[in-house]
């Protein structure tokens, strides 16, 4: 199973960043280009580096951290552990999961319930995930009642 670890390391990857970028002018640093596919898209993230600074195996580790959260977290993955989770498949949550949950609830109640965590039914209705339904939103209404 994924440990919560691997988010304090994607946090500390993007802290690093922060620091980098608001350390250094354009001048005073080189510009580091990341880029990959995870999630069913790409992503592109530049940060500004000292010059002495190394970003050697950085590339690397945010591929691993995105891994990671597919791994966990893809929808469109159906051996994903929350693919399983949805389909009945298992009951086991990981940390990643378990964070994101706690996160979700914590901003359900302070938006008084606002925000709902419950949307699979939705999200299947629209054509996402990995079982996913016509797309037309048809059926958004039956699951309501799941939501």
């Not at 350390?23 to 790409?42: K, M, N, P, S, Y």
């Not at 000292?50 to 050697?56: C, K, L, N, V, Y």
């Not at 995105?66 to 929808?75: H, L, N």
């Not at 498949?89 to 606002?114: K, W």
Request: glycine share 12%; with cysteine.
């Amino acid at each position: 199973m994924i440990r919560i670890f691997a988010i304090m390391t994607l946090r500390e990857i993007f802290i690093s960043a922060s620091f980098a970028l608001c350390g250094c002018g354009a001048t005073d640093g080189r510009q580091v280009v990341l880029e990959g596919f995870a999630e069913g898209t790409t992503y592109r993230i530049v940060i500004v580096i000292p010059r002495a600074g190394d970003a050697t195996g950085l590339q690397r580790q945010v591929d691993s951290l995105f891994a990671a959260v597919e791994s966990s977290m893809s929808i469109y993955d159906s051996a994903s552990l929350i693919s399983r989770l949805n389909d009945n498949r298992t009951d086991s949550l990981d940390g990643l999961i378990t964070y994101c949950i706690r996160l979700a609830n914590r901003v359900s109640e302070e938006s008084g319930g606002l925000y709902d965590v419950t949307i699979m039914p939705l999200t299947r209705a629209w054509g996402f995930g990995s079982s996913s339904g016509s797309g037309s939103g048809a059926g958004v209404g039956e699951g309501a009642p799941n939501i």
